[in-house]
C-alpha cells in the first residue's frame, strides 16, 4: 500500500488527496508553551512523527531523526473568524501538500479564535499513518498535554513496543494467522462491480456481499479538555 501510495505522491505531488487528520474544538485556554512542550514530547514517543519519506530502488524509504528533533505546533489566530471561516481555515490546513522528503509527513496545527476556543488538528499523509493511527496520537498528545500542564510530567507512560519491533512480526507466526484471519473474512466474496452511471450520477463501486462494519464510530472528548 505504501508503494502504490508514494508512486501517486509522485505523479501529484502538489495534491493533498492523501492527507489524513483529526481534528478537535476546543473550549478552554490551551498553554501554547504546554501544547509545545507535549507535541515535543508525542515527537520522541512516536518515531513516525519525526520521520521523512525518501526512495531507495524505486521504494519509499522512512528516514527517522535523532531523539531531541525539534517538532513545533503551528499555530494562527483567527480572532473575527464565523463558523464557517474557521472550518475553512482547518480545511485549508488540512489538505496542504507535505514535502515528504524534507519535512516529513506529520503535522499538528492550532487554529485560535478566541482565548478559550479554537481547534487542535493533526494531519499526517497516508503513507506512514491513517484514521486510526491519528485519532491514538491525539489522544496520546492530550494526555500528555494534561500532564504537562498538572505538572505530573513523572508519570509518563513509557511505549514497551516500537515500530521496529512490530516490523519483525511481518515474517513470524502471528502475521501469518492474521493473514488466515483475514482470507477466511474475504474469500469468497464477488469482487466489486466498476463505477456505473445511475440517474445521471456516478455510483462508486459496490460489492455484493454486506460490510461486517457499515457505520462510523463516533465518540466524545473528556469534557476536562473542553
Known amino acids: 500500500m505504501q508503494q502504490v501510495l508514494w508512486f501517486l505522491y509522485k505523479m501529484v505531488p502538489t495534491s493533498g488527496a492523501f492527507n489524513i487528520g483529526v481534528a478537535l474544538r476546543g473550549r478552554s485556554a490551551i498553554a501554547l508553551d504546554v501544547l509545545a512542550a507535549a507535541v515535543m514530547v508525542t515527537a520522541e ?6 520521520t521523512s519519506i525518501t526512495e531507495m530502488d524505486g521504494k519509499p524509504t522512512p528516514v527517522t531523526a535523532e531523539h531531541g528533533m525539534t517538532t513545533t ?7 473575527s473568524a464565523t463558523d464557517e471561516e ?23 496545527v ?3 479564535r ?44 513509557t511505549p514497551t513496543a516500537t515500530y521496529a519491533g ?14 488466515r484471519y483475514r482470507r477466511g473474512l474475504y474469500d469468497g466474496l464477488l469482487a466489486a462491480e466498476l463505477p456505473q452511471r445511475a440517474n445521471g450520477a456516478d455510483r462508486g463501486p459496490r460489492c455484493a456481499a454486506q460490510p461486517r462494519y457499515r457505520h462510523h464510530a463516533t465518540g466524545r472528548c473528556p469534557a476536562k479538555y473542553f
Open 110 to 112: 492550532l487554529l485560535g
Open 114 to 157: 478566541a482565548r478559550i476556543e479554537s481547534v487542535l488538528l493533526i494531519r499526517g499523509h497516508h503513507i506512514p499513518t491513517d484514521a486510526t493511527s491519528n485519532t491514538v496520537l491525539m489522544g496520546g498528545l492530550l494526555d500528555v498535554y494534561d500532564r504537562l500542564a498538572h505538572n505530573d510530567g513523572n508519570t509518563l507512560f
Open 166 to 179: 512490530e516490523a519483525e512480526l511481518l515474517p513470524s507466526d502471528r502475521a501469518e494467522r492474521l493473514e
Open 73 to 79: 505546533p503551528s499555530v494562527r489566530n483567527l480572532p
Open 45 to 50: 514517543r512516536h518515531p513516525p512523527v519525526r
Open 86 to 108: 474557521l472550518r475553512r481555515a482547518v480545511y485549508v490546513k488540512f489538505i496542504t501538500v507535505f514535502a515528504l522528503r524534507e519535512e516529513g509527513a506529520f503535522r499538528f
